[in-house]
T-cell receptor, first 115, second 113 residues
Framework: SAVISQKPSRDICQRGTSLTIQCQVD?????MFWYRQQPGQSLTLIAT?????????ESGFVIDKFPISRPNLTFSTLTVSNMSPEDSSIYLC????????????FGSGTRLTVV | AQSVAQPEDQVNVAEGNPLTVKCTYS??????LFWYVQYPNRGLQFLLK??????LVKGSYGFEAEFNKSQTSFHLKKPSALVSDSALYFC???????????FGAGTTVTVRA
């Protein structure tokens, strides 16, 4: 199955600043997703990253706050903009694979703390 | 709409005893079901999936799950738990018509020596 490299693994940021998280996949994948896992909570889908077009955001998430890029089939970035302490979470990218390895693979996550 | 319920926040078992983590789901079409495990400060690791076929699915680390369509359940089981199985377990579902996964709230498993 696909191998995902997600960077950074963790960061501590000042409120009002922005952080860009990178997700690199070792193979071309059609579907990429970004999730948020707030402390002690489950995973919530932020958006589907679409190659060559604007991401599709879930209810409660907007492009101005979480801009996403997907320049090709192996790479995506998520930016958390104008951060506040409420943005402190783990952010995970995920890819969907078809065929023999059908399923979803997750990156190791980015643990973000906003102070 | 699709949803997943994990009715137990925590499951505690003694090492060597059977382990069961419960999951029920709701989808409008055919369900695709997954179990993941998360260790502290780690991402999600895939355990097993049900797409179609046999209702009993065998996965990684000795885990298995049984798909029960009439009860809309997909409980995770392990015949003999290990201390190293202590972790957070997530059940997830997608509708066959949509690629988005919905996750349950998670169940914390603690296996005592």
């Amino acid at each position: 199955s696909a191998v995902i490299s997600q960077k950074p693994s963790r960061d501590i940021c000042q409120r009002g600043t922005s952080l860009t998280i990178q997700c690199q996949v070792d193979s071309q994948v059609t579907m990429m997703f970004w999730y948020r896992q707030q402390p002690g909570q489950s995973l919530t889908l932020i958006a589907t990253a679409n190659q060559g077009s604007e991401a599709t955001y879930e209810s409660g998430f907007v492009i101005d706050k979480f801009p996403i890029s997907r320049p090709n089939l192996t790479f995506s970035t998520l930016t958390v903009s104008n951060m506040s302490p409420e943005d402190s979470s783990i952010y995970l990218c995920s890819v969907h694979e078809g065929g023999f390895h059908y399923g979803y693979t997750f990156g190791s996550g980015t643990r973000l703390t906003v102070v | 709409a699709q949803s997943v319920a994990q009715p137990e926040d925590q499951v505690n078992v003694a090492e060597g005893n059977p382990l069961t983590v419960k999951c029920t789901y709701s989808v409008s079409g055919n369900p695709y079901l997954f179990w993941y495990v998360q260790y502290p400060n780690r991402g999600l690791q895939f355990l097993l999936k049900y797409i179609t076929g046999d209702n009993l699915v065998k996965g990684s680390y000795g885990f298995e799950a049984e798909f029960n369509k009439s009860q809309t359940s997909f409980h995770l089981k392990k015949p003999s738990a290990l201390v190293s199985d202590s972790a957070l377990y997530f059940c997830a579902v997608r509708d066959g018509n949509d690629y988005k996964l919905s996750f349950g709230a998670g169940t914390t498993v603690t296996v005592r020596a």
